[in-house]
């Protein structure tokens, strides 16, 4: 590892270009010594590269909450990664495969913002600025060669995200310990919404810290993603669907 000053848009580049040629890229960490700052400043250039592409932000997502996740990576805090709306995809609609490197999809809680929250301000409930929730599934495709990857090489890379489907949206409830079970083809992964910080509420003060300190707005209308119920697994073609008791179904078609 070299400890040259680090090229934050060389490396944004380098992401940006494996995104959209679907082309794998190997670790940053093998050529760069990058720290969290650097590499959620990367993750900025990189939201900045698809902004002005047209694409427009709608949200944000958790990565690393589940504890089984973070003692794999080492860390003791979650990720935070950006949504766009190239990324959303129809409940029960179609995504074809060959935009992604090598993706594979995981249960997650959606939570809605329903009015602006100002990270600077120390009072905010977070809680009482969400009004709804709903199942949902998150694509994720690491940019990296085989998901090969460091704590700051996933940030970087705007924490795999890639896709997103969002069943109905209910009155936010309590959404603790609820079962979970996702389906993608013959393959069948079952869990527990309490996977996610214990409790899916967690995510949300979880995000607000986050957000403080990496400066990330959050609007009204805007969507979270908690965090994943499940290990993911690799997204095939033919039917996905997950279903969260008490909140429904989610389905996505993969297309060959
Ligand atoms: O959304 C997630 O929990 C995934 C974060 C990135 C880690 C990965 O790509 O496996
Ligand atoms: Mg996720």
């Known amino acids: 590892m070299n400890t040259k000053t680090i090229d934050i848009a060389s490396l944004a580049t380098r992401l940006d270009e494996a995104q959209c040629t679907v082309t794998d890229t190997p670790s940053l960490a093998d050529t760069d010594d990058i720290g969290i700052d650097d590499a959620y400043r990367i993750q900025n250039e990189l939201i900045g590269r698809r902004l002005a592409r047209g694409e427009s932000l709608v949200g944000v997502k958790l990565g690393f909450t589940s504890r089984a996740k973070m003692s794999q990576m080492g860390v003791s805090e979650v990720i935070v990664g950006r949504l766009t709306d190239e990324m959303r995809i129809d409940d029960g609609g179609e995504v074809k495969l060959s935009r992604f490197i090598h993706p594979k999809i995981e249960p997650e809680i959606a939570y809605r913002i329903a009015r602006d ?140």
């Not at 409790?199 to 707005?217: E, G, Q, T």
């Not at 609007?219 to 996905?240: D, F, H, K, S």
């Open 117 to 256: 929250i100002d990270p600077d301000d120390p009072m905010v409930d977070i809680e009482s600025y969400v009004d709804s929730v709903a199942p949902a599934m998150e694509i994720i495709d690491s940019r990296y060669r085989d998901f090969r990857f460091t704590y700051t090489d996933v940030v970087a890379d705007n924490t795999s995200a890639a896709g997103y489907v969002i069943g109905t949206w209910l009155k936010l409830q309590d959404v603790a310990n609820r079962a979970v079970r996702l389906e993608v083809g013959a393959e069948t992964v079952t869990g527990s919404t309490a996977a996610i910080l214990g409790n899916p509420v967690r995510a949300l003060h979880a995000l607000l810290d986050i957000s403080r300190r990496r400066k990330i707005p959050m609007r009204a209308g805007e969507v979270i993603l908690a965090g994943a119920a499940t290990a993911a697994i690799p997204l095939t073609a033919g039917t996905a669907q997950c279903d969260i008791a008490g909140l429904g179904r989610v389905t996505v078609k993969g297309i060959a």
